[in-house]
């Protein structure tokens, strides 16, 4: 089940250090991770994560198809949250033609991207707290997600890849039910959100695995470059989507949730009331769906001006960045996306020192990495 | 006659009871077992909001027999450099202990083996702690780095439950006045009361013990895949996988029983000793013909002609055991009369039992895992002090009632009062001391550029 | 368009002494990427605000350009100075976070490589985007002092792309194995190589295709 590897090196001190090794395959690493630790005992005293197993070379491929081409590709590296790599590849490619999608496209396209958030925090939420032990949450957060991907599927025909918007705005008009369909789940979803909360939140034995687990103060974040959850349960009340907002947030009424301490604990409030506020963002999308086109007028052949772009947004997992340098032609001349997990994954080392082996799942668990982005 | 054959046939006809009992065991037991997992399986869909087994067979009814089938059918692996014999021995000495400590239980006034002895209930926990041993030679016989240091958590996990289960075990023998399983139970229906209710932290702890004597959530952290140590079991495949899991299950239900003899008065139906409450004599009949009706009401709902056959089989059979319920009652004057107690007992000491399992599988769908480290915790500074406190009351409070003549219940009530006063402040002193071990363990430190970072 | 040829270079910028390339100071040639072979990006225009002022006058003939390209500052510096710009950046000008560090590469230019850090300061709500041209066998500074967050970054780069970091803590490969031949995003990589020989000793198979 995993690679069994176990060799002791001397430390300076004379003191036997145990290298052990959670194997690319295991069934905790949420796809093909390697961390090695070094242990004091039962203590993790330092470790190494090896990467790069699920690397496919995407920013390669980008230089080698045309905009459009490229777009499906982006919705394969956080493929847990595709709507959200979409949304950010498009605005980033839009930025570059110096156009934008009409506020219709907007509206959808923020509508569906925060129901994907939702959907990439109820996977997380379900699988951490397997990893933790609690076998039950994970099949209550499928049961929504399931409804969340039948919506997608009605809308762009795919559940998990979608390739749901396109250059320039929408290729598909929303169905004729989505507000109704989206009204119902929201309704819905607040007394499911409860019952995740009945389950975990105040239950002593979670809070005594998740307290003080896996800490990572503001500035260490900072400094490390994580975003997303980890920093705001950090303390830092920080929000893309309110710093610079995209696609429609600007006209939306929502919280940011923060954290005190950093630990796994706060992680896990903060993506619980995320998922509240997206499903408020919902709400009042519905209510107002402006009417109008959902495409720009971009042209069928994009040979955005040269120049380059860099832009982010707030996806599920942290900062989702796009770099798009153009050289006139048809084909990007460079893509390169600064992927959140790869950025939170680097914080690793810092948070597990100090715990024992067992708090390692738990903690990797905490930072909500997909290999597929970490790797490209 | 030949004399050897002559004194074995005497043998056989003075205890052809228990020997049959014996005999039952080793052969149904894992029958049950396999369907306790069946029952865990549906049980756990419930909760998760969906339906569990249902291809194999109707309903899957017919899983247990097709996972039995599938183990047996395996290939046998044993690892390379493992140890062959003490491979072989390990499952088999666990499930042994599990089997013969069964043998001191009984299910009903007379579904026991070893009757009548005057250890009872301590014969089954000693026999039972044997276990532990089945696990950590498994583990050492693996030559599995993982395995070992699995077994040896297991290990330490159960010899530290065995102390609270122990002396949850004592304050209700002290009520009891005796080991002998028998007599508990009478004395259960003499004293009109289940000791559940003379001495509910007694029982509370043993529960909480029980869980953590079976490896079962919140406390299976050895056993947990998602953990980096697999456990014992890891080398283990097939049949001899089978053995110990069986294991895992007769323990679980030697733990109920024990409980249930104990604390929940055994084969007693709820006020026993209530005369004008004698017609709840008639619940398992009555409850079995509901459940019978039942299936007739929903026969006629299923969507397919096999399903409704099949629903009306369950019904019949419900029927026909209930109506055996019914020819054994004391009003029927008819020879079924003498299984009266025997079948009587054995249902309300199964249906407890039941409940009690239930129990185990309703937390293990609801709580997270204990940590190893927070497991021991528990263990040692909180459930054993706890326990060995509420020993002290039950004596003082017996003490009290005896030589002062205090009402047992008023006795009972103010010591139980007391056990808990002292559990909280066990609780709050322990919040205490853990919240800042750990505080003091993850001082916050700037980031450091080690060179093996990241 | 009008923008078409850049401005004529602000006379505080002197020569750059950008070492090995002569052509950087060349009359005519745009600041923005100190290349030939390169056409000007249209909607680039020079910046001129409170920001590369400040910086301007901090760091001299350090910044080579200061540009904004669709509403984005762009600084060009010298890759010399970058540590202390970097420094300047985070501790100055409160940029306290290194959102992105990549690089490009422009083959047929002088300095082949465009090391690009994307700085984003929560203070201020702004973004800042600097651009280090360098050479091929060039070597620049590894900013991990300066903001953590390079450490992983700074290894792809060198993986992705073969420029060496002085003074990295633990440089090498991040995302492809250890002992892989070849640098895959420079632009004489083709789409469809791969290591060959890495591939046939450690996969077994001929060819990764």
């Known amino acids: 089940m995993h690679e069994n590897g176990a060799q002791k090196t001397d430390t300076l001190f004379g003191a036997d250090e145990l290298v052990i090794n959670m194997g690319p395959q295991h069934p905790s690493t949420h796809g093909v991770l390697r961390v090695k630790l070094k242990l004091d005992g039962e203590r993790v005293v330092g470790s190494e994560c090896v ?58 396209r923020t509508i569906l991207t925060e129901l994907q958030r939702i959907a990439s925090h109820l996977l997380w939420l379900g699988t951490h707290a397997l990893d933790i032990g609690a076998l039950t949450p994970l099949f209550y ?236 | 006659m030949n004399p050897t054959l002559h004194s074995i046939l005497a043998f056989v006809e003075t205890w052809w009871v228990e020997l049959l009992c014996a005999v039952l065991i080793v052969l149904v037991v894992p029958l049950i077992a396999g369907y306790i997992v069946l029952v865990e399986r549906k049980v756990m869909a419930d909760m998760q909001a969906r339906l569990g087994p249902m291809r194999v067979g109707p309903h899957g009814l017919l899983q247990p027999i097709a996972d039995a089938l599938k183990l047996l059918i395996k290939e046998d692996l044993i690892p390379h450099n493992a140890d062959q014999f003490i491979f072989w021995l390990a499952p088999v000495l666990s499930m042994t202990a599990a089997l013969t400590s069964m043998g001191a239980v009984a299910f009903g006034p007379w579904f026991q083996v070893a009757r009548d002895i005057n250890i009872g209930l301590l014969f089954v926990v000693g026999v039972s702690a044997l276990g532990p041993f089945g696990i950590v030679l498994g583990g050492w016989a693996s030559n599995n780095h993982y395995s070992i240091i699995g077994a040896l958590r297991s290990t330490a996990q159960l010899i530290s439950y065995e102390t609270t289960a122990g002396f949850a075990l004592v304050s209700g023998f002290l009520l009891a006045g005796t080991l002998n399983v028998r007599a508990i139970v009478e004395t259960q229906r003499t004293d009109h009361a289940w000791y559940v209710f003379l001495a509910p932290v007694g029982f509370f702890t043993y529960l909480i013990a029980s869980i953590a004597e079976t490896n079962r959530a919140p406390f299976d952290l050895p056993e947990a895949e998602s953990e980096l140590v697999a456990g014992y079991m890891t080398e283990y495949s097939g049949f001899r996988w089978s053995l110990y899991f069986l294991a895992e299950y007769a323990n679980m239900i030697v733990v109920a029983s024990v409980g249930t003899t104990l604390f929940l008065g055994g084969w007693l139906r709820p006020f026993s000793s209530v005369h004008w409450l004698g017609w709840l004599d008639a619940a398992p009949t009555l409850l079995l013909a509901a459940v019978g009706a039942y299936c007739v009401f929903r026969a006629g709902k299923q969507p397919s002609r096999v399903q409704s056959l099949f629903m009306w089989a369950v019904a019949f059979a419900c029927f026909v055991v209930a109506a055996i319920f019914a020819l054994a009652s004391p009003f029927s004057h008819l020879p079924l009369e003498k299984m009266h107690d025997g079948l009587y007992g054995a249902f309300w000491f199964l249906l407890k039992d039941s409940a009690y399992i239930y129990i185990f599988m309703w937390l ?60 909280t402040l066990l609780l709050r002193w322990n919040d205490k001391y853990s919240a800042a071990a750990s505080a003091s363990l993850l001082a916050d430190s700037s980031v450091v550029e080690d060179p093996h970072a990241g | 368009m009008a923008d078409k040829s850049k401005a004529p270079q602000s006379p505080d910028i002197s020569q750059p002494d950008v070492s090995g390339s002569s052509s950087a100071s060349a009359a005519g040639a745009p600041p923005s990427s100190p290349a030939k072979g390169v056409a000007p990006a249209p909607l680039q225009v020079p910046l001129d605000n409170e920001l590369s002022r400040r910086y301007r006058e901090r760091f001299g003939a350090a910044i080579l350009d200061a540009l904004e390209d669709r509403k984005q500052s762009i600084f060009i510096v010298h890759a010399a100075q970058l540590l202390e710009i970097a420094r300047y950046s985070r501790d100055e000008e409160k940029f306290d976070l290194l959102e992105d560090y990549t690089a490009v590469d422009w083959p047929r230019r002088e300095k082949r490589f465009d090391l690009v850090a994307q700085l984003y300061s929560f203070t201020h709500n702004t973004r800042l985007r600097l651009k280090i041209p360098l050479g091929v066998e060039e070597q620049p500074s590894t900013l991990v002092p300066i903001w953590p967050a390079a450490n992983w970054l700074e290894r792809e780069i060198f993986d992705l792309f073969g420029i060496t970091f002085l003074g990295h803590p633990n440089l090498k490969r991040i995302l492809l194995p250890d002992e892989w031949q070849g640098h895959p995003l420079r632009k004489d990589y083709d789409i469809l190589q791969q290591d060959t020989a890495w591939v046939r000793e450690n996969l077994g198979i001929e060819s990764g295709q």
């Open chain 1, 51 to 108: 990467i790069g197993y699920l690397h496919r070379g995407v920013e390669k491929i980008a230089e080698n198809r045309t905009y459009q081409q490229f777009a499906p590709y982006v919705d394969r590296m956080d493929y847990v949250a595709a709507v959200s790599n979409g949304l950010g590849y498009c605005e980033a490619v839009e930025k570059l033609l110096v156009a934008e999608a009409p506020p219709r496209a907007r509206v959808i």
């Open chain 2, 364 to 423: 293990r769908f609801t709580l997270p895992r204990f940590r190893f480290d927070q497991l021991m915790r528990l263990g040692w500074h909180i459930l054993i002090p706890l326990a060995l406190i509420n020993v002290v009351d039950v004596g003082v409070a017996l003490a009290l009632s005896s030589e002062f003549g205090l009402n047992r219940w008023l006795a009972m009530v103010v010591t139980t009062a007391a056990t808990l006063g002292a559990a």
């Open chain 1, 141 to 376: 957060c499928m049961r929504e997600r399931e409804e969340i991907l039948k919506i997608f599927e009605k809308y762009c025909g795919a559940r998990l890849t979608t390739h749901a918007f396109r250059i320039g705005g929408l290729q598909y008009e929303a169905y004729d039910n989505l507000e109704k369909d989206v009204e119902r789940f929201c309704k819905d979803f607040e007394s499911r959100i409860q019952q995740y909360s009945d389950l975990l939140t105040g239950n002593s034995i979670w809070i005594g695995r998740t307290r003080n687990v896996g800490l990572l103060n503001s500035a260490d974040c900072i400094a490390l470059g994580a975003s997303g959850p980890v920093l705001r349960a950090s303390g830092v009340k920080w929000d893309m989507r309110k710093a610079m907002p995209y696609a429609a947030y600007d006209q939306y009424k929502f919280e940011i949730p923060i954290g005190t301490r950093g630990d796994t604990y706060d992680r896990y409030m903060v993506r619980i009331e995320e998922m509240r506020q997206s499903r408020l963002i919902c709400l009042q999308a519905i209510e107002n769906i402006p009417a109008g086109p959902i495409m720009a007028r971009v042209g069928k052949v994009l040979k955005p001006p040269r120049g380059e772009v860099y832009h982010s947004i707030e996806g599920p997992k942290g900062i989702l960045g796009y770099y798009i340098v153009s050289d006139g032609s048809i084909q990007p001349y460079r893509v390169r996306i600064r992927p959140p997990s790869f950025i939170n994954l680097q914080a690793l080392d810092k948070m597990i020192r100090g715990h024992l082996v067992t708090d390692v799942v738990a903690i990797i668990g905490t930072l909500d990495i997909v290999l597929g982005e970490v790797d490209r």
